[in-house]
C-alpha cells in the first residue's frame, strides 16, 4: 500500500507543478476508506486432503482507497483509482486480499456544481485482483486461482465533493463494479461504498 501511495503522490506533483502554465486545469487527490461486497459463490474445498471442507467467503471487510483527479474545464476530467482490502482475510483455508484499479473519464454537471458542492461522475475500466497467501504449494492447487487471479473490470460510481476549505473537502461516494468472470466469489456485480477526504489545486 505505501508503495501505491508513493506512486500517486508522484504523479499527482509532476500534474500540479505545471499548474500555473494552464490555470483552468484542475488537480485533486484523496483518500478515503469504505467497503465492498460479493456474495460468496457457495464452493467447499478439501484445501489441505484430509477430508476437511473449507467453505469460500464472500468478499467484504474494509477497503482503502486513493484516487486523483485532472480537470481540463469545469465538467470535464480524468481520474485513476485504487481501492485496497486493507487486510488479508480466510479462502477456504488460505488468506486472501483483493483489489480493485482503474482509469476514469469523470463528468462534474455544472447545474449542480456550486463552490462548496461538486458532484462527479466516473465510468472508467481497469483490474479487479485477488491474490492467495499459502503455507505450501499443494493446498494452493486446490483452490481455483491460486495463488493470483487478475479480471477486467468496468466502474461506474457517483460522489460529491463536499468543500470544508479552498481546498480541502470530504468526498461521499457510491459505485458498482462490473468484473468479468469474478469466479474467486459468487457474483460479477460488486457495490462500493466509501468516505474519503481530498486537496485540490487550480480551483
Known sequence: MRSIFKAVVIVWVGLAAPLHLARAQEVSAYLGFGGA???????KIDTFGDGNLYQTPALNGPFGQLGMSVFFGRQWGIGAEISRRLWQAGYAGLNYGAS???????????RFTSRRIEPEFRLGIGAARVHYSFD???????????PVTTHFQV???VAERIY???HFFLRPAVGLHYVNSFSDFGSDWVPEYS????YALGR
Open 195 to 198: 468516505i474519503g477526504v481530498g
Open 37 to 43: 461486497y460479493a456474495k460468496s459463490d457457495g464452493m
Open 155 to 157: 466502474r461506474f460510481s
Open 100 to 110: 480493485f484499479s482503474s482509469l476514469d473519464g469523470i463528468y462534474r454537471p455544472a
Open 164 to 166: 470544508f476549505s479552498n
Open 136 to 146: 505450501d504449494q499443494s493446498s494452493c492447487d486446490q483452490v481455483p486461482g491460486c
